[in-house]
């Protein structure tokens, strides 16, 4: 927990120079947030969402499992005391490509369809998300297909 609590304070605290670590810490933490934040966004609290969301971040960064389970849990305490995803994004915009980006936008709708399920608070997060990330509208729709198919819902 100490261990969680120090690397969240990390994250975010900005020195004037960064090392590459934690720039490489503060890119996962934020796509996990994103990511956390649409399983907090459904009511009915699934585990097929958090197995969504640790296969997606297990994927894109390569975490053993003790390193994945610890930023999944630091994404959780930071997601619950975050007030916006300005943060999150403006992170996510500076680091990564546009693929890339299309990317996060359809790991979040493959979070969303775990439980088969698409909640309206869902569909307007990842929305939200998708505007901040510079996604458009075309992408988005396209993502969430793939997502939709994946799931076997299409």
């Given at each position: 927990?100490?261990?969680?609590?120090k690397?969240?304070?990390?994250?975010?605290?900005?020195?004037?120079?960064?090392?590459?670590?934690?720039r490489?810490?503060?890119l996962?933490?934020?796509?996990?947030?994103?990511?956390?934040?649409v399983?907090?966004?459904?009511?009915?609290?699934?585990?097929?969402?958090?197995q969504?969301?640790?296969?997606?971040?297990?994927?894109?960064f390569g975490l053993?499992?003790?390193?994945l389970?610890?930023l999944v849990e630091?994404a959780?305490?930071?997601?619950r005391?975050?007030?916006?995803?300005?943060q999150?994004?403006?992170?996510?915009?500076?680091?990564?490509?546009?693929p890339?980006?299309?990317?996060?936008?359809?790991?979040?709708w493959q979070?969303a369809?775990?439980?088969?399920h698409l909640?309206a608070t869902?569909n307007?997060l990842?929305?939200?998300?998708?505007?901040?990330?510079?996604?458009?509208h075309?992408?988005?729709i396209?993502?969430?297909?793939?997502?939709?198919?994946?799931?076997?819902l299409?």
């Amino acid at each position: 927990m100490l261990k969680t609590l120090k690397d969240l304070f990390d994250a975010f605290t900005m020195p004037d120079e960064e090392s590459p670590e934690q720039r490489t810490h503060a890119l996962e933490l934020a796509t996990a947030v994103l990511l956390v934040e649409v399983m907090r966004a459904d009511p009915a609290l699934q585990a097929a969402e958090r197995q969504a969301v640790v296969k997606a971040l297990h994927e894109k960064f390569g975490l053993p499992d003790d390193a994945l389970a610890r930023l999944v849990e630091q994404a959780e305490v930071t997601a619950r005391n975050a007030s916006d995803f300005y943060q999150f994004t403006s992170r996510i915009n500076e680091r990564l490509t546009h693929p890339q980006k299309i990317q996060v936008i359809e790991n979040m709708w493959q979070v969303a369809y775990a439980d088969a399920h698409l909640d309206a608070t869902e569909n307007h997060l990842i929305s939200k998300v998708a505007d901040l990330l510079y996604v458009t509208h075309g992408e988005y729709i396209g993502a969430k297909m793939r997502a939709k198919e994946l799931a076997g819902l299409a």
